[in-house]
T-cell receptor, first 111, second 115 residues
Framework: GNSVTQMEGPVTLSEEAFLTINCTYT??????LFWYVQYPGEGLQLLLK?????DKGSNKGFEATYRKETTSFHLEKGSVQVSDSAVYFC??????????FGKGTKLTVNP | DTEVTQTPKHLVMGMTNKKSLKCEQH?????MYWYKQKAKKPPELMFV???????INESVPSRFSPECPNSSLLNLHLHALQPEDSALYLC??????????????FGPGTRLTVL
């Protein structure tokens, strides 16, 4: 079945540092890939998505590129802020399969 | 309007109580979902409703009973819960179920504590 592996962290950075959270996947067919963010005490928000190979999803300064050759969808941001502190989930949706989540990566950004 | 709302935000109940969680969306989505999320874990799928019919039940105990009164509303009826059922319960919706491109939109969740 489909699966997602992401670096579990926790990740601690200083403000304005560069962020990378790695995500790789295993799937058949042509799944869509997502990054969700969960701020403390809240539900999940869709951060960005990509639906086919080489697509780049972007939102709020975050980017991720759907790489079929390396089965990856790494999340990046050039300069993080304290307000980016949250848990980030990589997820995969393939056809009639259910949405599959990675284990989540907790990011803490210090001023 | 790209919002999924859930009520209540917090709920404390005893093991003999009966309570309900409510979820609403006005995006015209035809698929709705219940997830359970324990601390420091990803959400776990419980139920999927597609076109107001139960499509998937992930072997959830019968003390959880979903209901979909119409295409905008989804309820989760709770009865005789156990302390280990304490968790964040998330509702989500998507345009349809089974499409790889149909992203799910999540509500803020109900924080449930069972005493």
């Amino acid at each position: 079945g489909n699966s997602v592996t992401q670096m579990e962290g926790p990740v601690t950075l200083s403000e304005e540092a560069f962020l990378t959270i790695n995500c790789t996947y295993t799937a058949t067919g042509y799944p869509s890939l997502f990054w969700y963010v969960q701020y403390p005490g809240e539900g999940l928000q869709l951060l960005l998505k990509a639906t086919k190979a080489d697509d780049k999803g972007s939102n709020k300064g975050f980017e991720a590129t759907y790489r079929k050759e390396t089965t990856s969808f790494h999340l990046e941001k050039g300069s993080v802020q304290v307000s980016d502190s949250a848990v980030y989930f990589c997820a995969l949706q393939g056809g009639s399969e259910k949405l599959v989540f990675g284990k989540g990566t907790k990011l803490t950004v210090n001023p | 309007d790209t919002e999924v709302t859930q009520t209540p935000k917090h709920l404390v109940m005893g093991m003999t109580n009966k309570k309900s969680l409510k979820c609403e969306q006005h995006m015209g989505h035809r698929a709705m979902y219940w997830y359970k999320q324990k601390a420091k874990k990803p959400p776990e799928l419980m139920f999927v409703y597609s076109y107001e019919k139960l499509s998937i039940n992930e072997s959830v105990p019968s003390r959880f009973s979903p209901e979909c009164p119409n295409s905008s509303l989804l309820n989760l009826h709770l009865h005789a819960l156990q302390p280990e059922d304490s968790a964040l319960y998330l509702c989500a919706s998507s345009r349809s179920h089974g499409g790889a491109r149909d992203e799910q939109f999540f509500g803020p969740g109900t924080r449930l504590t069972v005493l």
